[in-house]
Every structure is written in C-alpha cells, then in structure tokens.
C-alpha cells in the first residue's frame, strides 16, 4: 500500500520510507523503486511479504536495484540473506518472537522489527509492550518497535522499553502522499477502539484488518468446519487490492492495526512524522517527574 511516492515523501521527512511489495510482481516493484529515486536522495526501503508467490523474483530485483534497505515480513528470509548482504543491503526482518529474533541476528540481519499483535497485516500473538523488551534483551543488534505506535506517547514508550526506533503504518495510511483509495482513508478515520478483527489463525498466519462485512464474513467461516482450508484461503484472494485501489466496501481486506481509533485527520507524511516526535519530544523530556 505503500509506494514511491509515500515511501519518498517519508524518507524526505527525516523518516526510513518502504515501499510495499505485497503480492506484486517484481516488475512493479522495481519500477517503483526507480520512481522513489527520483523523487529522493534519501535513503529507502521495501518491505517484501515472503508469503507472495513473486518473493524470490522481488528478492533478486531489490539486489539488482540496490535498494538501503529490505525489511521482511510473513516468513523466513535466511535464503535471501546472502543475495542482499552481497548487495550491501540492510536487511530488518519483521520478527514476533525472541527465537526469530535470534535466527535473524545469525542470519546478518542489521536489526530487527519486534512487531507486536496491535498491528495491522500479518501479526504474531504477543503484544508490542510484552514482545519489545524481550527481544531487546534476546539481541545485541538494534531492536525497532512496532505495532500499536501512531503518536509520540506511543514512540517514547517504545524507547522506554529498548527499542532503537519504531515502525508506523496505519497512520500513513491517511497520508496525503498515500494512494490508497479514499473509503481506504475515511475507513481508517472513522475506525473505533474495537474496529479491528483478525482472521485466519486457523490457517497459521493471522492477519488483521478493520471490521467489515468481508473480515465478519470471513472470521464466521474460519470456525465453519464445512469450510475446507483451501476454499477459506481462496476467498482472500484479492481482497486488499479490492479494498486499496477499488475501494470495495463490501469486499475489501482493510488492512489496519488496533491505533486505527485513534487516527482523525489526513495529513502530509512530514506533518505526521513532525507531529510524533515533537509530541514522543515532550514526554521524554517530562520523564523526569515520575524519578524521586
């Protein structure tokens, strides 16, 4: 979701952009990639969902393109490793355990993202304030917070409890910069506390996304026993592009982590970046209150 023109304007704005590979095929992704490099001398990324049938392709075209950074999610990426480290990439892979945390410091990882269940997409079972600390104590490379993270109260708690830096997603998904659809966005704004809902658990890879008649539809068919595992995988088969670019209420797979309740405004990706950090600014500096 996304693509180079956020990924850019994130990276313009003193952050690390990503580009979303998702399910995309490699020749999209590395047209992206091109398009992002005109549009910054910044350093960017993009984040490749191992799950995607296109993995291995968009593998070998982040190496080919030189990309700063490659950050991995759905999966394992020990067997790329070799490829992008030989390419002086930076490799974070998106970990929801210390033993994966563990594996990608082996591995070569440069950090990791403890990404705890508030997020949206794929999710672990434990949650960012449980995950973090630990993982931060399992390795000895940079640890980034995620999950859950869409203001500055969320970025300092995540300094507070190890982490080098933080992962924000749903939040850039208003972005002015951000293409996803606009029932995407006005979805996202008008989301509550209890909006989300995760599905396919049963499956092995839970994945949450804000409450639709799409995600309802599909959580009562995974407690279905006359639904088989293949028929319940099928019916989210382009369920996100549906929702993304088609803006499909009905649907659509409206990928959104548990902040989504929180977030009221579009705004220009550096608006949100300078708003989280002078906000995560003034708590910290306020820290000193509660230390008698």
Not at 89 to 105: C, E, F, G, W
Not at 125 to 132: D, P
Not at 154 to 166: D, K, N, R, S
């Amino acid at each position: 979701m996304s693509d180079a023109v956020l990924a850019a304007a994130v990276s313009n704005a003193g952050g690390l952009g990503v580009i979303a590979a998702g399910n995309a095929p490699a020749d999209y992704v590395s047209e992206q990639v091109k398009k992002a490099k005109t549009l910054t001398d910044k350093p960017f990324g993009v984040n490749i969902m191992l799950l995607s049938p296109h993995a291995g392709a968009v593998a070998e075209a982040v190496a080919e393109e030189a990309v700063a950074v490659v950050t991995t999610g759905a999966g394992n990426p020990q067997s790329y490793m070799k490829l992008w480290t030989d390419a002086n990439i930076k490799v974070i892979p998106v970990v929801a355990s210390t033993a994966l945390a563990k594996m990608a410091q082996r591995s070569g990882a440069a950090a990791v993202v403890a990404e705890g269940g508030e997020s949206g997409g794929h999710i672990g079972e434990l949650t960012t304030m449980t995950l973090v600390p630990q993982i931060c104590d399992a390795v000895d490379i940079p640890v980034v917070a995620a999950g859950g993270i869409g203001d500055g109260r969320g970025v300092a708690a995540a300094f507070m409890l190890g982490a080098a830096g933080v992962q924000v997603g749903t939040r850039f998904l208003v972005a002015r910069e951000c293409g996803v659809h606009q029932n995407y966005k006005d979805k996202v704004l008008a989301a509550r506390d209890i909006g989300t809902i995760s599905t396919g658990k049963r499956l092995g890879h839970p994945v949450r996304s804000l409450k639709t008649p799409f995600s309802r539809d599909l959580f009562a068919k995974e407690y279905d026993s006359s639904v088989s595992n293949e028929e319940l995988e099928a019916l989210g088969v382009g369920a996100l592009k549906l929702a993304a670019v088609d803006g499909d209420m009905e649907k659509g797979c409206f990928l959104a982590g548990q902040i989504a309740g929180m977030i009221q405004k579009e705004q220009t990706a550096g608006d949100i970046i300078e708003d989280m950090m002078r906000e995560a600014e003034a708590i910290l500096k306020g820290a000193p209150v509660w230390v008698k």
